[in-house]
């Protein structure tokens, strides 16, 4: 048990045997303070302790597929293969491929203000498409920024050209 | 109704024709105009602004068709089809090819042996209008991106299109290419006097940025003294030089959804498309 705990234990334990006035005159005698300077700071504790609350639940949950998808079916499948892909980034690796995403489909991207916190609405999103939209978008290979554009161009031409020479000198 | 088809031709290099193809092609589709893209330049940079440079050579590694195909009128055999096939247009439009997901845009695909064609080019200069007649009813518009040497690529391009837009960036070197332009349009038109082939503009393409300088404003005027010579009309807007349209090339997107755009850069491109679909008879 905690420090906390047990203070919780004998605080409720007091009330129970004398009843929440007494308890307060007493420490109102104790503290050399009225009852009602008591009273308020009780009240602004409570509303302390309820901000605290809500601002716990604010903060962002991170998201479960099993949240939206509840069945074995093709498009679950499919729902989870394209969040897994997702996770370990293979999916829209980076924000910019979220935003971009969002704006293809002519969604609003300016709220979206980091990846992990996009995870939900995209998948909801996602969530909507029909099984042949989401095999078409696992289709598509990930765009890997550690490939230079002008390489793989240049690699295809200069690999025409070795081929050319190879026959002509054969 | 069958497609307007609109060519974007200039005798001179790095005026911009493949940039604005793109951008043009990208404004088609968000404005739902079921429009197709036809790469007829040997250096392939509209198919690789449209596919990115990966799909672009995947496409290629596949070897999946191209132009090229259209041209020489026949598919190689492959291992699943070990003879020559007869190649039809269908064969080489990529449907979808745009950026949107609901994307209306098609694209036929160029590739380096598009030069070739020039080495045999007998015969040739009518396929790609003879071909495009089977597909004109599927589509509202044809936006053809010519390479910028005169040659049988031009001469096929002019006998696929209603209209020729020229991209002329205003400066001394880069007009030249109007007065090669003109007398090639006169020429083509003189050969062929049952073909309306009309220039519906010539946009100053890639100009500076914010102010126009002396070097500019001669360009401009001489410019639109040759055009007046012509009668040939010059859009008011001028699309100015932004390094968004270059990154709009490597994003393959249109100029509005490219990273970090100055919301200025979108805003005029718009401005010119409007006067553009205008004088081509789409509002």
Known sequence: ?170 | MAAISVSLINMKGGVGKTTLAAQLAHTADTKRLRTLAIDLDPQANLSQALMGARGYVEHLNQKKPTIVNLFEQYLPPTISSPSPTKCTINDVIIKNAGYWSNTMLDLIPSRLELSNTLKNPTGKERKLAKALTSVVDNYDLIIIDCAPTESILTDAAYHASRYALVPVKPEFLATIGLPLLANSVLEFKSENSDHALDICGIVFNHSSSYSDGPETSASVREVTEEAKKNGWHIYDTHVRYSRSYAKAAREGTPIGSTSHVRTNVPRQFSSFTQEFFKSIGIE
């Open chain 1, 1 to 170: 048990m905690t420090s906390k705990e047990i203070l919780e234990f004998e605080v409720a334990l007091l009330l129970l045997k004398y009843g929440r006035k007494s308890i307060l005159q007493a420490l109102a005698g104790r503290e050399q303070i009225s009852e009602v300077e008591i009273q308020s700071e009780l009240q602004a504790l409570t509303l302390a302790q309820r901000n605290s609350k809500a601002k716990k639940k604010s903060s962002p949950k991170p998201f479960d597929i099993n949240s939206i998808v509840r069945t074995e079916d093709e498009k679950g499948r499919l729902l989870r293969e394209l969040n897994a892909k997702f996770e370990n980034r293979t999916f829209l690796p980076e924000l910019k491929d979220v935003k971009r995403f969002f704006d293809r489909h002519g969604k609003e991207n300016k709220n979206i203000k980091s990846r992990a916190a996009s995870h939900g609405a995209l998948f909801r999103y996602i969530s909507t498409f029909d099984v042949t939209e989401l095999k078409k978008i696992i289709a598509t290979p990930a765009a890997k920024s550690e490939f230079s554009s002008l390489g793989l161009i240049s690699d295809e031409i200069l690999k025409n050209s070795n081929l050319k020479r190879n026959d002509e000198t054969s």
